[in-house]
C-alpha cells in the first residue's frame, strides 16, 4: 500500500512553517516510516506558510490584595471583568474587535461556568467572543498568553485578549459527595488540593521547593536575603511609580450599600517585617528546612490582562504597540523539580529565537518561593540584577492564575525600546511556561 505523509517544520530563523509531502510504501497505514535526506530533497517541493508578527498593544493588571485583605469581597471573575475591560479601554479599540478571551484561572470551583467567559461578557466583551478557561496551575496566566500568540500567529483570529485571574481568599472547601458518616467528615481546602498539592507525591509545593533547595545547597539564610531583595525592590518600585502604568484601580463593594472603596495600591509588600523574617520558623521540613512563610509567596487576589493583536491589525485599527513577541516555549522534568523548571523551558526559548541569554536586558521569573528564582539563576548562570528588578510574587503576592499574565504585561511597561525581556513561570506537576518579547 502506498502511504503519503505530511511532514511538519518550522524554521524559527524564517519563521515559516513548510509542509513536505512524502510517500512510502508500506503494509499498512499505521506502519513506521522512514525517509533519508535524499528522499526527503526529492520530495515534492515544501509550500511556505508564514506566520503573523505578533503584538501587544494594553497590559493592565489589578493592585494586589492580601489573602482575605482589601480584595476579599471581590470574585475572580469580577477582577477579571475589571481587566478586561481596562485592557480594551487602553488599547483604544471597540470592544467588538476582540474575537477570543484566554483566560487563566486554577481554582474554578463555586465561580460558575466557564470563568473566561463571565469575565468576558461582564467585562462589556461582544456575546460572539470565543472564551477559554485556562488552567496550568502558577503558569496559567502565562499559558493563556502563548495560547493567543499561536492563535494570532496562525490568523485564527487578529485581536485576541489574554490574562489571568484568581481570588484565593474566595476559594472553598469542598466535602466529598455522598452519604456523610456518623462522626462527621473532613472538609478540603481547595487552596491546598487543587493549587498547592503535587498529586503525584502528595506532597505541598513547598516541600518541592525544600528539595530544590537541597539539591541545589541553597541555605536559609540565602533564601532570606533574596526575600528581603525582592520586598525592598518593590518597595522601591512603588516609590518610584514603575507600576502606574500597568495598575488599575478596584471598586471594592462594602457592606449594607456603602460607596466602594477604592483599592489602588499593592498591599502585600507593605506587610514585612525584616527582624522577623529571618526569625519564623520553617513551615515544610521541621529539621533543616529552610523555607519559611517569609521567604516564599503569599496567598492573595488579583487579576491581569493584556490586548493582542497582529501586526496588520495594529496598522487598521491605527494602535501602536508596546511590545512584539519574538518567541514562546514550555518545559517539563520531574513533577517534585517544578521549581526549576524554567531552566528547561528558557533554553528552549532561547535556542527557538536565536536569542543569547547576555542580550536579554529583563528575566521575570514568577517567585512562587525564593528557591525558584535563586535555583534557576544557578542553573542558567544569569545576572541576578536582570532578574525581577522590581520585586516579584514573594514580595508582592502571587495570584495563582494571574502571575503569568502579571509578569508579561509588566515587561511591556518596564523595558526601554528596543530590549528584549524574558518572562516564565514555573507550575506544579514539572512544568513551565517562558515568553519572549521585544519593547517597542
Not at 501587544?56 to 480584595?71: D, E, M, Q, Y
Not at 496550568?136 to 485571574?165: E, P
Not at 506532597?203 to 528539595?211: L, R, V
Not at 525592590?233 to 463593594?253: G, L, M, N, Q, T
Amino acid at each position: 500500500m502506498m502511504c503519503r505523509y505530511l511532514y511538519v517544520v518550522y524554521n524559527t530563523t524564517e519563521r515559516v512553517v513548510k509542509y513536505y509531502y512524502y510517500y512510502n510504501s508500506a503494509a499498512c497505514c499505521g506502519q513506521s516510516a522512514y525517509f533519508s535526506e535524499d528522499y526527503q530533497q526529492s520530495a515534492m517541493a515544501p509550500s511556505n506558510l508564514s506566520l503573523n508578527e505578533v503584538v501587544i498593544v494594553s497590559a493592565v493588571r489589578t493592585p494586589i490584595g492580601s489573602f482575605r485583605g482589601s480584595l476579599a469581597n471581590v470574585t475572580a471573575t469580577e477582577l477579571g471583568a475589571i481587566v478586561v475591560r481596562a485592557a480594551v479601554e487602553r488599547a483604544g479599540i471597540p470592544s467588538s474587535e476582540v474575537k477570543e478571551v484566554f483566560m487563566g484561572n486554577v481554582c474554578s470551583a463555586g465561580l460558575g461556568q466557564n470563568p473566561a467567559r463571565q469575565a468576558a461578557i461582564f467585562g462589556g466583551l461582544e456575546k460572539s467572543t470565543i472564551c477559554t478557561t485556562v488552567n496550568k496551575v502558577c503558569a496559567s496566566g502565562l499559558k493563556a498568553v502563548t495560547l493567543a500568540v499561536q492563535g494570532l500567529q496562525t490568523g485564527a483570529n487578529d485581536v485576541i485578549l489574554a490574562g489571568g485571574m484568581e481570588s484565593m481568599s474566595n476559594i472553598p472547601f469542598y466535602i466529598r459527595r455522598g452519604e456523610i458518616p456518623y462522626g462527621g467528615t473532613q472538609l478540603l481546602d481547595g487552596i491546598l488540593y487543587d493549587g498547592l498539592t503535587d498529586v503525584y507525591d502528595q506532597i505541598h509545593m513547598g516541600d518541592c521547593a525544600e528539595n530544590t533547595a537541597k539539591n541545589l545547597n541553597l541555605s536559609r539564610k540565602q533564601q532570606d536575603d533574596y526575600a528581603i531583595i525582592s520586598y525592598k525592590r518593590s518597595a522601591a518600585a512603588h516609590a518610584a511609580k514603575a507600576f502606574d502604568a500597568e495598575v488599575i484601580p478596584v471598586p471594592v463593594p462594602q457592606k449594607k450599600g456603602g460607596a466602594p472603596v477604592i483599592f489602588a495600591e499593592d498591599e502585600e509588600y507593605k506587610r514585612v517585617d525584616f527582624d522577623k523574617l529571618v526569625k519564623l520558623p520553617t513551615v515544610f521540613k521541621k529539621e533543616n528546612g529552610t523555607v519559611t512563610a517569609g521567604n516564599a509567596s503569599a496567598l492573595n487576589d488579583g487579576a491581569a490582562a493584556v490586548v493582542m493583536m497582529t501586526a496588520e491589525a495594529a496598522k487598521r485599527l491605527n494602535v501602536k504597540p508596546l511590545a512584539r513577541v519574538i518567541g514562546y516555549a514550555d518545559g517539563e522534568r520531574e513533577p517534585i523539580d517544578f521549581p526549576i523548571a524554567p531552566s528547561v523551558a528558557i533554553p528552549k526559548l532561547l535556542e527557538k529565537t536565536g536569542v543569547k541569554k547576555e542580550n536579554v536586558a529583563m528575566f521575570e521569573i514568577n517567585e512562587a518561593f525564593s528557591v525558584v528564582t535563586l535555583g534557576n539563576q544557578k542553573l542558567l548562570d544569569i545576572d541576578l540584577e536582570k532578574i525581577n528588578v522590581h520585586g516579584g510574587a514573594v514580595s508582592l503576592g502571587h495570584p495563582i492564575g494571574m502571575s503569568g499574565t502579571r509578569i508579561v504585561g509588566h515587561l511591556c511597561h518596564a523595558l526601554k525600546k528596543g530590549e528584549i525581556g524574558v518572562a516564565t513561570a514555573c507550575n506544579g506537576g514539572g512544568g513551565a511556561s517562558a515568553i519572549m518579547i521585544e519593547k517597542l
